[in-house]
Every structure is written in C-alpha cells, then in structure tokens.
C-alpha cells in the first residue's frame, strides 16, 4: 500500500512540474500505451477493454486538438492528421481492427518522436540561457 501512495505522489509530481512540452509528450506516449493495449484486447477478443482503451486514445487525441494554435499551417495539418485518426480509430472500434490501430500508432509514434526532438532542444535552449 505504502509503495502504491508513493508511486501516485511520484506521478502527480511528475504531472505537476512538467512543462507544457512535456504534457504534450506524456499525452502522446499515453495515447501510444492505451492503443498497444486495444490492439492486444482485441487479438484477445476482449471487446470491453478494447473499447474502453480506443475511447481513451481518441480522449487523448481530443485535448491534443484543443492545444493547436489552427492559425497557422502546421496547426492546421495537425487537426486535419488529428481528425483523421480519431475517425479511424472509431472504424477501429466498431471493426475491432488491429490494422487500423497499428496504423494509428505509427502516426502516433511519429508525432511523438518527432515531439521528443522538440522537447530536448527546449531543455538545450533553456541549458543555454541559465548559464548551465
């Protein structure tokens, strides 16, 4: 019980000083385990499950969206990549397609990946202006 307390207290404090970069990366590696999860139920058959860990990764897909600044091209590109895969992922669902959610993923994975990038120059940047 005492070590389940302390690991609720590490991610809440995780969750509490992470930058706004790296919300946006927790929420996309998020997205990526709930969907190795809905995949595996589905090669299960375990259709609740699947279901539940679809509904959560489109959830997560959702607050992405409401993060992008659409008056600019590449926030643009986003919500339209974004919207494509919540359809998707609601084809997913209701096919219980394993395929589509592996497709999904690697969308995923890309944007996450090429998030990290972007989260480890910030810290370079921000090395660079302290001084350190």
Avoid: C
Avoid at 39 to 48: C, F, L, S, V, W
Avoid at 65 to 83: C, F, H, I, K, P
Avoid at 87 to 113: I, M, Y
């Amino acid at each position: 019980m005492a070590y389940h307390n302390a690991q609720q207290v590490y991610l809440r404090n995780q969750y509490e000083t992470a930058s706004p970069a790296e919300l946006t990366l927790q929420l996309y590696n998020g997205a990526i385990r709930f969907l190795g999860q809905a995949r595996e139920a589905i090669e299960r058959q375990e259709i609740e499950t699947a279901n539940d860990r679809l509904h959560r990764t489109q959830d997560i897909i959702q607050e992405l969206m409401l993060t992008l600044d659409t008056s600019v091209n590449v926030g643009r590109q986003l919500e339209a990549l974004y919207d494509y895969m919540l359809f998707r992922l609601t084809q997913a669902n209701v096919k219980k397609d394993a395929a589509v959610v592996e497709e999904v993923t690697g969308l995923l994975t890309e944007l996450r990946d090429a998030w990290k990038e972007v989260v480890k120059y910030a810290r370079q940047q921000a090395s660079v202006e302290a001084g350190l």
